[in-house]
């Protein structure tokens, strides 16, 4: 490297801290204006000089916290995305899979910084290790029948969703919603998760962690709320009636909480009134299979 190629290096890095002190200059200022103050004076020196110190400090290291483990490890200052269950940081909630911002995961305990590392790391290392499966033309007819049917079986779903906050007089949440309907009588308030079965075979309610998180963390959200989960099976109409032989019987069954559910530990439901009382019950007065 020539003296030129130094000074070139040095110029830059100069650069980079000028530009720093400005925004942390304007950051300032848009602070004292927010709250109707005249901003100081900006000292660039003493800011520049702070700055550098703190640069200084931390060279050499990972650059959060001062660690010096993995110190090429590219992982360690990106962003990365919340676990399935949610996590929150210094006071900030994240659901599962939001993308969480470098400077959040800087605020993460070491242990806990490396847990959410260890999978987008082997995530990355799959995609470049595992090819482009390509499937043959009957190969790609069945993939694509399969998508069909899984859009179909959730825009159903979704039409379940509504129908039944109709005839609740429930408020419909739409998608990505801790719950799906919330029923208000009283002054309070009745989340409602709603599960449909198009052809589900294996006779159960699947609910991940994460979701069990968001919903509870809905009902500790209000004063009094509750949390109830509502099966539809429809089993015996989907496709002309070509899963009959799996339907349990019960158009409605129910059952009180959010959590994984075989359908036989559920309540059978006549009809919608009988579904609006069980709601409304104390859990005391609940028949055993409507209990959580």
């Known amino acids: 490297m020539t003296d030129h190629d130094d000074k070139q290096d040095e110029d830059q890095e100069q650069f980079d801290l000028n530009e720093l002190v400005k925004e942390l200059n304007d950051a300032f200022k848009a602070i004292f204006e ?4 005249e901003a100081p004076k900006p000292d660039d020196d003493a800011m520049r000089k702070l700055l550098g110190e703190i640069l200084s400090k931390y060279s050499g290291h990972s650059g959060i916290l001062g660690e010096d483990e993995d110190d090429d490890d590219p992982f360690e200052m990106s962003a990365l995305h919340a676990p399935e269950h949610g996590i929150v940081i210094t006071g900030k909630y994240f659901k599962g899979g939001q993308f969480i911002p470098a400077e ?9 910084r490396k847990e ?3 999978p987008e790391k082997a995530q990355k290392l799959r995609a470049k290790r ?6 043959s033309a009957k190969g790609q007819k069945a993939l694509a029948k399969h998508a069909k049917t899984d859009k179909e079986k959730q825009g159903h779903a979704r039409m379940r969703e509504i129908w039944l906050a109709h005839k609740l007089g429930a408020t419909w949440l739409k998608d ?6 919330v ?6 308030e009745y989340g409602i998760e709603t599960k449909t079965f198009c052809q589900n075979s294996q006779n159960e309610i699947v609910m991940n962690a994460g979701a069990r998180a968001r919903k509870q963390k809905w009902k500790a959200g209000g004063k009094g709320r509750t949390i109830h989960t509502v099966l539809i099976d429809d089993r015996d109409i989907w496709e002309g009636g070509r899963w009959k032989h799996l339907w349990s019987g019960h158009k409605i069954l129910y059952r009180r909480g959010c959590a994984s559910y075989p359908q036989g530990t559920m309540h059978p439901v ?3 009134r009988e579904l609006v009382s069980l709601i409304l019950s104390p859990d005391e007065k609940l028949p055993e299979k409507a209990r959580a």
């Open 270 to 272: 006549k009809n919608i």
């Open 34 to 37: 927010a709250a109707g103050e």
């Open 176 to 181: 990505h919603e801790a719950m799906d309907q």
């Open 130 to 135: 595992v090819p482009e499966r390509k499937y």
């Open 183 to 188: 029923l208000r009588h009283l002054g309070k």
């Open 104 to 112: 959040y995961v800087a605020r993460l305990d070491q242990n806990l």
């Open 116 to 118: 959410l590392i260890a």
